[in-house]
């Protein structure tokens, strides 16, 4: 098997902005999630590089692009900050508040987890990257440089990828949530996964 030179580096220690770059990567990752609100990978890319929190974000290189990125949120920060605004001005006011009523509760919502918790909130990689061990290289480098004790994650039920990376990474499955309206969103279940370190 090919092996490839991934480079992950927290968000926060790079000197140029490179949110633009980060939120294409989410748009791509989330795209199906995002449709909802646009079709439009422009007005996406700038309306999520805008509430970015770039504190908890790590992202990973291959030849030099941003290929993958990864949110470790904790009790303090969020990956986003989900804002009214924002969306509004760059949907129109009914498309834009119902995005932020649809999203505010995923994002806007300070975790109940403990100080020793980090939350695994977003995972994404480009297309030309998949396959490519992107995704496994940016959850080992949170996994040995962030040090918490415990790590939890979710994914859907047909996310079956990532399901297996993460079991292979030592997640446990903690619970499955039902997920409501279930068939408009293309899944069933949401599954509560964690990690804990000695």
């Known amino acids: 098997m090919k092996s490839y030179e991934i480079r992950v580096r927290p ?72 804002d009214k605004t924002i969306l509004r001005h760059l949907f129109g006011y009914v498309k834009g508040t ?9 994002f806007n919502k300070k975790l109940s987890y403990q100080d020793d918790t980090g939350y695994i909130e977003c995972v994404a990689t480009t297309v030309k990257a998949r396959g490519k061990g992107v995704s496994t290289a940016l959850m080992s480098y949170v996994l040995e440089n962030e040090g918490y004790h415990r790590y939890i994650l979710e994914v859907v039920d047909t996310n079956e990828v990532a ?36």
Do not use: P
């Open 11 to 82: 968000m926060k220690e790079v000197k140029e902005n490179i949110s633009r770059e980060v939120a294409a990567v989410f748009v791509d990752g989330y795209e199906k999630d995002l449709a909802f609100l646009s079709n439009n990978r422009e007005k996406l890319i700038e309306a999520f590089q805008k509430m970015i929190c770039s504190d908890v974000f790590y992202f990973a290189t291959l030849e030099g692009d941003i290929v993958g990125i990864l949110a470790c949120s904790n009790n303090q920060n969020r990956a986003l900050t989900i």
């Open 98 to 106: 119902m995005a932020y009523l649809f999203m505010k509760n995923e």
């Open 163 to 198: 399901y297996r990376l993460y079991k292979k990474l030592g997640f446990t499955e903690l619970e499955r949530k039902k997920e409501s309206f279930s068939k408009m969103k293309g899944f069933e279940h949401r599954i509560y996964m964690e990690l804990c370190r000695q």
